[in-house]
Structure formats: C-alpha cells, structure tokens
C-alpha cells in the first residue's frame, strides 16, 4: 500500500521479489549450478546448490538436472533454470515476463501448473504476456497498459480476448 523505490536487482530481492526475464542470463560454458550459483550470495558451493536444484526441480515439475552444460539444453531447459534461480531465492512475488514465448505447449501447461501450485502456496505473481489466452487462463486480475498507462483492471475470466485487445490497443481488432 505504499510506494517504495527499488534501486536494484539485490534491493527486489531483499524485499521479496523475484524475476524471470524474458532473455536469459546464462553462460553456456557452466553447468545449471554453476549459472544459478552466480545469482546467489558468494560462497554458497556449487554442490549444495545442485542439491536445492534438484529438491526444487522435484517439488515444482520442473525437470532439471543440475550438472547439465547450459550449451548443451533447450530453451525450455534453460528457461527452468532461471524460474528455478529465481525460486532459491524465495521470493513473495514472482515477476515472470513474457515466460511461454519460447516454450512448446507442453512445456507452458506444465509452467502453468507450476504457477498454480506457487499460488495456493501464498506467493504473488505478477505475469507480464500479451498471449490473451494464457491471461484468461491463469490470472485473477488483469490490468492492462497502453503507452505505459494504465488503462484498465479487470477479471480477466470475464472479457473475451477481443475486449482485453480493445483495452489493450483502445480500438476494436479485427481478424
């Protein structure tokens, strides 16, 4: 309820909040421990966090195996790595931007069911798409920007995906 001013990556997190980029931070030379290693506080071994990564990787669906070289996985793959990255540090609010674009369908469905599953544990999330169907599917609230504005809140569940694309672009779409 009141505005704060977050200045940088180690301040989110201080205060809870976790992200998911869109484009992936990772060196395709170090395995997934390593690359999530980097992210966390200095001096965490390498094979304590394998170990976290594969509790987490079990307990979310999320299919990873910690020794695995970067170079050598799928997008899908590296995408877990950095959800994953992002849950060791066990934020209240998870920022996930633009998560499906580079997922199969079954790769998001499965997403899908992690998110899920964080909800009914107590954490926000805040999932940026214009996939208006995945935003119907998943979200309680929608709130809509235009030009950096916003332009609307709703119950996405109760609009069609023409009317969120209304609210969206502020004109009627065609198809």
Do not use: W
Not at 77 to 91: F, K
Not at 103 to 125: M, N, Y
Not at 143 to 158: I, W
Request: net charge negative; charged share 20%.
């Amino acid at each position: 309820g009141q505005a704060c001013r977050i200045n940088s990556p180690a301040a989110a997190r201080g205060l809870g909040i976790g992200m998911v980029f869109q484009h992936f931070s990772l060196f395709d030379a170090l395995c997934a421990a390593e690359n999530i290693a980097l992210s966390l506080d200095a001096g965490a071994r390498v094979s304590d966090i394998a170990h976290q990564v594969g509790t987490l990787s079990a307990q979310y669906g999320l299919p990873l195996d910690p020794s695995a070289l970067v170079g050598d996985l799928s997008v899908g793959e590296r995408q877990r790595i950095e959800i994953i990255r992002c849950l060791l540090q066990r934020p209240e609010l998870i920022i996930l931007d633009e998560p499906t674009s580079v997922l199969t369908p079954q790769e998001a469905q499965q997403l899908f069911k992690t998110l899920v599953q964080l909800r009914d544990e107590g954490k926000s999330i805040l999932y940026i798409s214009h996939r208006l169907e995945e935003v119907k599917q998943l979200c309680d609230r929608a709130t809509v920007l235009r030009h950096g504005q916003v332009v609307a809140t709703c119950n996405p569940r109760e609009e069609t995906a023409g009317t969120l694309a209304r609210m969206m672009v502020g004109v009627d779409i065609e198809r």
